[in-house]
């Protein structure tokens, strides 16, 4: 059974960093596409990011891209979001998400697995 926990959630000021780190069990992390998505309260799921297995293509959302860094360590099962120049549109749950067919897609549905969330709270 493939589980994914997310944890680095937070409250942080605007300006400030977070990493969030995502850890893969059940099944080993090389063999997943690997992205980040978020939610707001009252919005629809947003795509973040996402990683390629082999980590040469990595792509981000326009609203994150410059202050977002998505990076893996498949040793460790873990993917990590690192989180720069953050201000209050970045405040929601924030879900990592397994692809198992290595879609690379920005489409939540393309992902198999999912994680429960964490929260990041950006204070202005």
């Known amino acids: 059974q493939v589980q994914l926990v997310e944890s680095g959630g937070g409250l942080v000021q605007a300006g400030g960093s977070l990493r969030l780190s995502c850890v893969v069990s059940g099944r080993t992390l090389s063999t997943f596409v690997m992205g980040w998505f978020r939610q707001a309260p009252g919005k629809d799921r947003d795509f973040v990011g996402f990683?390629?297995?082999?980590?040469?293509?990595?792509t981000y959302a326009d609203s994150v891209k410059g202050r977002f860094t998505i990076s893996r360590d498949n040793a460790k099962n873990t993917v990590y979001l690192q989180m720069n120049s953050l201000n209050a549109e970045d405040t929601a749950v924030y879900y990592c998400?397994?692809?198992?067919?290595?879609?690379?897609?920005?489409?939540?549905?393309?992902?198999?697995?999912w994680g429960q969330g964490t929260q990041v709270t950006v204070s202005s």
């Open positions: 998400a397994a692809d198992a067919g290595a879609t690379q897609s920005r489409r939540g549905e393309r992902y198999d697995y």
């Open positions: 990683i390629s297995r082999n980590t040469v293509y990595i």
